[in-house]
């Protein structure tokens, strides 16, 4: 049975931007592109990313293409770094397409230090953040939440922990939606989705999720710099975690719905995984509530972890630590209903990022007062070791890529086959040589996540600002790292 | 039938994100348990010496659905109960449901998170030994 695409079925459009055509399958209703350089290309050659980008082409009353970023790589039902946008007339909503990890994201903290007055305090700063901040699987925070404040943290997410006394009022104009999506329904949301999740407000998780300390090591935009208070040498902090358990299971949940009800919708699908529903049915309407509480709970998730990170700041550094700020939080799991100006014409679209972030340019509607003239800031993180990039969106975002970009490095290899590159005690002694401290609860958690297992950051960020989707604003070295595990 | 001797119940095939498992087992029965054996192998549970048991029904659309309904039942009750299961009784087991009593040990975490079995290339064979199965589960 045929799972890849052979690299002679793509054809060159742009400098960057590569077409598999429509007539490449007959089930196909739009063509697939996909952001990317020869070389990124070809690392994916032997994969199945681009045979599961066709495979999205296929979704009823997909707009225009699919589409894939240059971190691409092979998931399960959508591919890593995918792009889908449905029509709400006649298009289909596919929990698949935002992952299991509901509004797995990223979020940037500046700080008021500089390197050097950081760099003696960075191993106690890293430890005392280890040991408040839960990381690792199944780990939970002391208390969990009741019942009710489930409820109240996925209706009202981030909004709620600022009234709880974990943030403070201008957090929300730095976070994508405000940290709130109000068309969330808690109960859309399962009890056992809940009870899998009411214990993990707060905690970083597992996997690739972590927490680095960073310092500005390039500026390419000094203007833009400035604007956001972003210095040459200054310390931040980058937290990279979802929705936990209870995202997990409201995936788990709707896609065993949907799969249940596709025969009756006359749905077929080259892949169970992208099971779907029609935006005009309930259980459509249903998903996208429950999904939209489990992005509240995974942003309230990040601020929770940025209350205690500016709590464990200011016990080991003082009280300058008040002046921890949000430069952005970015969700890159999450399906939004977006009016997307497309040649000339609004068109109301379900937009599914799937490893894929947003990245709205200057003067776009949907953007805080604080970003509108800039554009927002794109957070693109590194794999460990490896600089991340803060990007902007380019005015031809929304335009080519439904106002996308990519999400990070990108994997290239197995874990299993990262494991076998080196031990955890050497890439730890690599790291140190770097300069960098990493923390991780987990000896092959840390080698799975290796620099090695992920593309080269800096070529994806190339392409992304060579196809003129955003530009860099600025490099981040890291300093050290806590992983999930 | 017996368990094949000559292949491994369970093994892990290469995938770049994820985790993809191949069980086996001389009977449904068999392939059902050794999944989740499998499984809570690539979970690596910090087993205390509590001892737990636990009864469940679960139902799907055919064999394949059963058995990621099955595993993703064992990933919710890993997560929210903090146990891992060592062996599985089957009462009743068919194509779209199953009864069973499950016997392992309460943990104190687990070394690699899994998020769910997902349906993505999920298969349910008849082979010359018995069935094996095909998950892949988001980790």
């Known amino acids: 049975m045929q799972t890849t695409v052979s690299m002679d079925a793509l054809r060159k459009i742009g400098p960057y931007l590569y077409e598999i055509p429509r007539d490449y399958r007959p089930d196909m209703r739009v063509p697939a592109r996909v952001v990317a350089s020869e070389e990124l290309l070809l690392q994916i050659r032997d994969d199945r990313s681009l045979w599961q980008l066709v495979n999205t082409a296929c979704l009823p009353g997909i707009e225009r293409y699919a589409i894939a970023m240059p971190d691409i790589h092979q998931g399960y039902g959508f591919p890593i770094g995918g792009v889908v946008a449905t029509r709400a007339e006649d298009g289909v909503v596919s929990p698949g397409g935002v992952g299991y990890d509901i509004n797995c994201g990223v979020r940037l903290l500046l700080t008021p230090w500089a390197r050097e007055e950081f760099a003696p305090r960075r191993d106690a700063i890293l430890r005392e953040l280890y040991r408040a901040i839960p990381s690792g699987v199944g780990k939970k925070t002391p208390a969990p939440l009741s019942a009710e404040d489930m409820d109240r943290v996925m209706i009202r997410g981030v909004p709620q922990l600022i009234d709880w006394g974990w943030g403070r009022?201008?957090?929300?104009?730095?976070?994508?939606s405000g940290g709130c999506l109000d068309s969330a329904r808690a109960e859309a949301v399962s009890d056992r989705a809940k009870e899998r999740g009411r214990g993990q407000l707060g905690s970083l998780g597992s996997g690739n999720h972590f927490l680095e300390i960073q310092a500005v090591d390039q500026i390419f935009n000094t203007v833009l710099a400035a604007r956001w208070d972003i210095r040459l040498g200054q310390v931040v902090i980058m937290i990279h975690t979802g929705s936990r358990g209870a995202g997990h299971q409201t995936c788990v949940d709707y896609v065993r719905l949907m799969l249940g009800r596709l025969e009756g919708w006359g749905i077929r699908l080259p892949d169970r995984e992208l099971a779907a529903a029609p935006l005009v049915s309930k259980e459509a309407g249903d998903y996208l509530a429950a999904m939209a509480a489990c992005a509240n709970f995974a942003w309230a998730n990040r601020q929770r972890i940025t209350h205690d990170v500016r709590g464990a700041c200011e016990r080991i550094l003082g009280a300058k630590a008040s002046e921890i700020k949000v430069l952005y939080d970015v969700a890159h799991n999450i399906a939004k209903m977006e009016r997307v100006i497309l040649n000339g014409r609004e068109r109301l679209l379900c937009v599914h990022r799937k490893g894929a972030a947003r990245a709205f340019p200057p003067g776009h509607p949907e953007l805080s007062a604080r970003y509108r003239e800039t554009g927002q800031p794109v957070i693109i993180p590194g794999s460990m070791g490896t600089p991340s990039f803060i990007m902007v969106g380019s005015p031809s975002v929304i335009e080519e890529t439904f106002g996308t970009v990519c999400h990070g490095a990108g994997r290239r290899m197995s874990r299993t086959a990262a494991k076998k590159m080196m031990s955890s005690r050497d890439l730890r002694a690599e790291l140190a040589k770097q300069g960098i401290l990493a923390l991780c609860p987990s000896k092959s958690g840390l080698v799975e996540e290796g620099p090695f297992a992920y593309k080269d950051v800096n070529a994806v960020v190339d392409v992304i600002a060579g196809a003129?989707?955003?530009?860099?604003?600025?490099?981040?070295?890291?300093?050290?790292?806590?992983?999930?595990g | 039938m017996t368990d094949p001797a000559s292949r491994p119940p369970f093994e892990f095939l290469q995938h770049t994100a994820d985790l993809c498992m191949l069980a086996r087992g001389g009977d449904l029965r068999g392939l059902f348990r050794n999944a989740m054996k499998g499984m809570f192998c690539a979970m690596k549970p910090n087993v205390t010496t509590e001892e737990t048991s636990r009864h469940m029904r679960v139902a799907g659309t055919d064999r394949e659905d059963l058995l990621v309904n099955f595993l993703n039942e064992l990933i919710f009750n890993a997560e929210t109960y903090q146990e891992a299961y060592e062996n599985a009784d089957f009462e009743a087991i068919g194509d779209r449901e199953l009864s069973v009593r499950l016997f392992g040990r309460k943990t104190d975490g687990f070394n690699m998170h899994v998020k769910a079995a997902t349906h993505h290339d999920l298969a349910v064979r008849?082979?010359?030994?018995?069935?094996?199965?095909?998950v892949v589960f988001d980790i």
Do not use: C, F, H, N
């Open chain 2, 126 to 134: 008849r082979t010359e030994d018995g069935y094996e199965g095909q």
């Open chain 1, 169 to 176: 009022p201008e957090d929300l104009e730095a976070i994508e």
């Open chain 1, 468 to 484: 003129s989707l955003a530009g860099k604003v600025a490099r981040l070295a890291p300093l050290g790292v806590i992983k999930g």
